[in-house]
T-cell receptor, first 117, second 112 residues
Framework: DTAVSQTPKYLVTQMGNDKSIKCEQNLGHDTMYWYKQDSKKFLKIMFSYNNKELIINETVPNRFSPKSPDKAHLNLHINSLELGDSAVYFC??????WGQGNTGELFFGEGSRLTVL | KQEVTQIPAALSVPEGENLVLNCSFTDSAIYNLQWFRQDPGKGLTSLLLIQSSQREQTSGRLNASLDKSSGRSTLYIAASQPGDSATYLCAVPSGGYNKLIFGAGTRLAVHP
């Protein structure tokens, strides 16, 4: 039973198209994230949502719009795709805060490899 | 601004060796530090999490230590096996919430 699941796993599309990646977690966590891993394998945070509210928005172009319909889902929509958007996008979740038995451990999905041609 | 550095960038060893992977961070005010493993084309698997009040954590052949004051963590892998071949990443939270800052990783190859 997958804890953090992303779909699709692979996505190949043309420049200028709009695409979405979906993420769901069944861990009961209240915080979800999107990370981007570029061609050099460097992982960097893009967004974070806590209970459907945006709490972290790193300098990501407006073409990227996360949507959180509930705390178990965080989808990523990308408009007008560019070649530089090609990367692996990882969804993750954790329970907010530390202490009181919560370690703040992050759990990651398997990643969605986006290729823009 | 938190920065995480991992040394070495790559490591190739024969099976059976004991290994030490290093991670350093610039801001010692951290709540925890996580070590992850990433296999090629796969997601990240959490290996160990050390809370700021702890000095080390162990899981099987893996032992991670944390020295907050010096901004360092090490991941010790005992009796390495070919199945340990992967990229190992360390990460620390920064700026409140759980915004993880990752190192670039150590790419480990263990050959029979």
């Amino acid at each position: 039973d997958t804890a953090v699941s992303q779909t699709p796993k692979y996505l190949v599309t043309q420049m200028g198209n709009d695409k979405s990646i979906k993420c769901e977690q069944n861990l009961g966590h209240d915080t979800m994230y999107w990370y981007k891993q570029d061609s050099k394998k460097f992982l960097k945070i893009m967004f974070s949502y806590n209970n459907k509210e945006l709490i972290i928005n790193e300098t990501v172009p407006n073409r990227f719009s996360p949507k959180s319909p509930d705390k178990a889902h965080l989808n990523l929509h990308i408009n007008s795709l560019e070649l530089g958007d090609s990367a692996v996008y990882f969804c993750a979740s954790s329970q907010e805060g530390w202490g009181q038995g919560n370690t703040g451990e992050l759990f990651f999905g398997e990643g969605s490899r986006l290729t823009v041609l | 601004k938190q920065e995480v550095t991992q040394i070495p960038a790559a490591l190739s060893v024969p099976e059976g060796e004991n290994l030490v992977l290093n991670c350093s961070f610039t801001d010692s005010a951290i709540y925890n530090l996580q070590w992850f493993r990433q296999d090629p084309g796969k997601g990240l698997t959490s290996l160990l999490l050390i809370q700021s009040s702890q000095r080390e954590q162990t899981s099987g052949r893996l032992n991670a230590s944390l020295d907050k004051s010096s901004g360092r963590s090490t991941l010790y892998i005992a009796a390495s096996q070919p199945g340990d071949s992967a990229t190992y990443l360390c990460a620390v939270p920064s700026g409140g919430y759980n915004k993880l800052i990752f190192g670039a990783g150590t790419r480990l190859a263990v050959h029979p």
